[in-house]
């Protein structure tokens, strides 16, 4: 009885597994497709898709992608650790009003955000707001209930010991915010701001009201070219994409130590 | 030697309703190590706290060498503390937690780095600056601890159960080098324990604290010998605490009259006049004759019991003896005596000389 269970709780999880991976690894032997087809055949490859990557119509994307997630990244994180901070921290009145207010966000789909945006923008006349500026101010709003959560869960894991520790050791608030608070909860922020990158890099719903035409984001530009065709260059930008991605992980977590969560200052 | 370093003046504290420290007054004078010591929730640690600054007195005062610290942070007070769970920086090497102090009073690096290594040397960890915390073990995390508080010179040191985390052997040799480290820095320490065996080993004084008042403060040996009461008597080492139900006066001495027994112990007479409503024997005072037949003429209590429990402790015996019903008296014996060692079911004869049974008004 039992090892049949265990049986179907393996078949169940490669199932789920499987389901997740394999159109990744479609994709994966899409973007070495030796025809402009999209097909699949192992035993004759061509990574000449990769190279039409490194034409304008791709870089200008991705470099704006980029350059709106960075920015998203740092704001957000400036603003989430400030939140989270008066929240959580010290916990001053109506933190948990605010909390709500700086969670909300999350409740409302994006598509109804993204039209809310542009209506409003138009109704106050910042019509010349859209494009990157509206993108950042979206993407930050986006992205700001990931990073308040990710920061509150690091600020209440605190050991307030260590604030008293450093207290008693003749260090002014300031100091104690610089020296021993922020350090600590550095993980936490690290992991936030990969997040808030990711979600900005990533996203379309919202996106796709804010964009100015010919100066769309990498997303963007692969949902628009997907329109008239599907062939392996799309294939081969998704795998960038995701490789770019996975280097952005790779890179936070290697400057905050995700895994070192509790102790801080893996090496 | 003889100027105070932090005087508690009338302090009481209450959360909410509940009064936690009750009017207490001390004065810790400089170079002193004073244990405040208490069953948990007597206020100990609610008093360590408002001398470090991380509560305000609900009432009263405390100064620090005369200033009154009235709204003063803990920052400002300089102040050592060392916390019960070492509270070391997880991010920091073991030389950057002790340097913290200094670096945050913007020491110069020379000094810095000359306070750390002495910091260092005095609790034995020369070699250990470029550890991370989790990298040391408890004991040597402990010294860490004590180190980054000392490194700043304080004038004062507080201590807040730094080793009821670690086991029996580590404490006990931790305790001679505190003490020791206390001598060669000359430093106030303030040790708050609720183990009497630490307080009596490493104090000059020892304020036992209960339900928020101070219930004795003297010397080690003092409060040992002459308890002011049945608390301190039964908290502070082992003892025999008899409930008395009458007196007579004879002289110099006292006769009391144990409760539900025939037994009456004779005791010195008390200088205060208050009512004796308790008695108390230490174990290692009842001395276990040989023999029955001996006697020495001197003005002693004779009892003769069952021994009922023999416990061997190694060095010593530790025997229960019921001289009626309702007394039965613990007696530690030496296990010199082994050519007869007591058993259980035996008849022993005790005696219990004047001098060591004291009488308690509570």
């Known amino acids: 009885m039992n090892w049949l269970l265990s049986v179907l709780f393996r078949l169940m999880l490669t199932g789920v597994l499987a389901f997740i991976t394999l159109p990744i690894a479609v994709v994966i032997a899409a973007s ?61 009145r109506g933190s948990e009003v605010l909390m709500s207010v700086l969670l909300s966000p999350l409740s409302v789909p994006q598509i109804v955000k993204g039209v809310a945006i542009v209506l409003f923008l138009s109704l106050v006349g910042l019509q010349s707001f859209l494009g990157t500026p509206a993108l950042i101010a979206a993407h930050i709003v986006l992205a700001l209930p990931f990073v308040v959560r990710m920061v509150a869960t690091s600020i209440a894991n605190f050991d307030r010991n260590l604030d008293r520790a450093g207290q008693i050791l003749g260090a002014s608030k300031r100091q104690r915010v610089q020296h021993i608070l922020l350090p600590a909860i550095r993980p936490g922020v690290l992991s936030g701001m990969t997040f808030a990158f990711i979600i900005s890099f990533n996203n379309i719903p919202l996106s796709v009201f804010l964009v100015r035409p010919g100066d769309t984001t990498l997303p963007i530009t692969v949902i628009n070219y997907l329109e008239y065709s599907l062939d392996p260059v799309m294939a081969a930008v998704n795998v960038a994409s995701m490789i770019f991605i996975l280097a952005v992980i790779y890179l936070f977590e290697k400057v905050g130590g995700f895994s070192a969560q509790l102790y801080g200052g893996s090496k | 030697m003889n100027s105070i370093d932090i005087e508690l003046v009338s302090v009481s504290k209450s959360f909410g309703t509940i009064s936690v420290v009750k009017d207490i007054s001390l004065q810790i004078p400089k170079g002193e190590f004073v244990s405040i010591l208490g069953p948990s929730g007597c206020g100990k640690t609610t008093t360590l706290n408002m001398i470090a600054g991380f509560n305000q007195p609900s009432l009263g005062d405390i100064r620090i060498r005369g200033r009154s610290q009235g709204r003063v942070p803990p920052e400002r007070r300089n102040i050592g503390l060392v916390f019960q769970n070492y509270a070391l920086f997880p991010h ?21 780095e000359s306070g750390v290594a002495s910091a260092l040397r005095s609790v034995h960890l020369e070699n250990y600056g470029a550890r991370y915390p989790r990298e040391l073990s408890g004991g040597q995390q402990q010294r860490v601890a004590l180190a980054r508080a000392i490194a700043p010179r304080p004038s004062v040191l507080l201590l807040d159960e730094p080793l009821s985390n670690l086991d029996l052997k580590l404490r006990e ?76 006066e004879q002289e110099a001495n006292i006769d009391l009259r144990l409760s539900g027994s025939a037994t009456s112990l004779r005791a010195k007479r008390p200088q205060h006049s208050q009512q004796v409503r308790f008695c108390c024997v230490r174990p290692e005072d009842i001395v276990v004759l040989s023999d029955s037949g001996e006697a020495d003429g001197r003005d002693v209590n004779r009892l003769s019991g069952t021994v009922r429990r023999v416990v061997n402790l190694g060095p010593s015996l530790e025997l229960a003896v019921e001289i009626d019903p309702n007394v039965l008296l613990t007696v530690l014996a030496r296990s010199a005596l082994s050519a007869s060692l007591p058993a259980v079911g035996d008849v022993v004869a005790l005696s219990i000389a004047p001098d060591d049974v004291q009488v308690l008004p509570e």
């Not at chain 1, 870089?59 to 603003?79: D, E």
């Open chain 1, 32 to 92: 070495f497709s030796p025809t402009s087809a999209v097909t699949f055949r192992p035993w004759e490859w061509t990574a000449r898709w990769y190279g039409d990557l490194f034409s304008d119509r791709w870089l200008l994307p991705f470099v704006l992608s980029v350059k709106i997630a960075v920015t998203v990244s740092i704001v957000s994180g400036i603003i989430g650790v400030m939140a989270a901070y008066a929240v959580v921290y010290e916990k001053i």
């Open chain 2, 92 to 112: 920091m090497t073991v030389a950057d937690n002790v340097g913290f102090g200094l670096r945050m009073k913007g020491a110069a690096r020379s000094e810095i």
């Open chain 2, 173 to 248: 040799a931790m305790r001679l080098e505190l003490k020791e480290l206390q001598q060669q820095l000359g430093m106030t320490f303030v040790y708050v324990t609720h183990d009497q065996e630490e307080a009596m080993a490493m104090s000059d004084r020892i304020v036992v604290m209960w339900q928020g008042v101070i219930a004795q403060q003297g010397s080690p040996a003092s409060i040992y010998r002459h308890p002011a009461s049945s608390f301190v008597a039964d908290f502070i080492g082992k003892s025999n605490i008899l409930k008395v139900v009458g007196t007579s």
